[in-house]
């Protein structure tokens, strides 16, 4: 079977700061993945399509209806392998829950881009692959920092600075995560654009908000790397403060955050977005369990674990 695939993905420090170029780190969730299967296209069908669970559509790449996601990432993927659009199907299938923060729109777009040059015969670089799903990150978020098609491109955890060279990073312990969804949907196009109005109103005591998360990030990569857990617990709860002055946190989201703490996690905070979507709690094998029933009684719609090592 010829497929192409991609993760979702977590960021652990420093969302919407990256937008400013402070540094972020994020960090792949390998068991929850986007996949698209290569198929022939039956007898009566001609050109590409892409198959959804619930609908299957021809793909036109012509200039002027580039307005989907995926006909931009297929135009995107011939362009830059120089083939012709392949008479085949490509079946959509993923895991990843959509406006929630943990990636969907680019794991979906980096699986089909992978699966249709795969359909045409070629491989496509990460780099080159990245400089294109990044393109088609446009559509969902206006102003991506890039940081999502790039951990998710390259899935390993990254230390991000826009514009910058990846840096991976090396962790010094593991790191046992849990994802818990408020079931909240929410826009990060507009949770970013609520930042740039508040910076902009008001740019001095936002931009050391800014600075302050960034230095945040810098410490925990420190921490990742020589496996100081606690010390990394701090720091999320640090960074989940200023994101509420920031005004991207929810009712929904201190809620979640708090009761993980309370029920012994180590560290939580949003994660993403914001204004809804995930937060994410730094638990131990000891306390994942009483922290996860904690977050469902909570009222999380959905909780997700993930090992970062
Ligand atoms: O909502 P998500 O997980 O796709 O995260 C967006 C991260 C931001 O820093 C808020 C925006 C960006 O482009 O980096």
Redesign the pocket.
């Known amino acids: 079977m010829i497929e192409g695939s991609a993760p979702a ?3 652990l420090f ?6 400013y170029g402070q540094p ?1 780190i994020a960090a792949p969730v390998s068991d929850v993945r986007a996949r698209a299967i290569v198929e022939p296209n039956p007898p009566d069908r001609r050109g590409l399509h892409i198959a959804l669970p619930h609908f299957d559509f021809p793909v036109s790449i012509a200039a002027e209806t580039l307005d989907s996601a995926l006909a931009l990432t297929a135009r995107l993927v011939l362009d830059a392998l120089h083939a012709h659009a392949p008479n085949v199907t490509l079946r959509i299938e993923s895991q990843i829950p959509i406006a929630s ?3 969907s729109g ?1 794991a979906v777009s980096t699986a089909f881009a992978r699966a249709l040059a795969a359909a045409v015969g070629k491989q496509l670089a990460n780099e080159t692959l990245n400089a294109l799903i990044f393109e088609v ?1 446009k559509i969902h ?1 206006g ?6 098609n790039t951990v998710i491109v390259y899935e390993r955890p990254i230390y991000y600075i826009k514009g910058q060279p990846i840096e991976p990073i090396r962790v010094g312990a593991p790191i046992h995560l849990l994802i818990a969804d408020t079931g909240v949907g929410a826009s ?1 196009r507009v ?2 654009s609520a930042v740039r109005t508040l910076f902009e109103s008001d740019t001095a005591r936002i931009q050391s908000i800014l600075d302050t998360i960034g230095s945040i990030a810098q410490q925990a990569r420190s921490a990742m790397e020589s496996g100081d857990l606690q010390m990394l617990g701090r720091l999320m709860r640090q960074n989940h403060t200023h994101l509420q002055t920031l005004t ?1 946190s929810s009712s929904e989201l201190d809620r979640l955050v708090d009761e993980a703490i309370g029920a012994g996690a180590l560290g939580a905070k949003m ?4 204004r809804g ?1 995930n937060m994410i709690a730094l638990v131990t094998p000891e306390t994942e369990s009483a922290v996860r029933s904690t977050l469902l009684k909570a009222g999380a719609a959905r909780v997700l674990s993930t090992i970062i090592e």
């Open positions: 993905k977590i960021i420093g969302e919407h700061a990256v937008v972020a923060g943990l990636g680019a990150e978020h102003t991506p920092s890039g940081i999502d990060t949770a970013v991207v994660s993403g977005g914001g979507g």
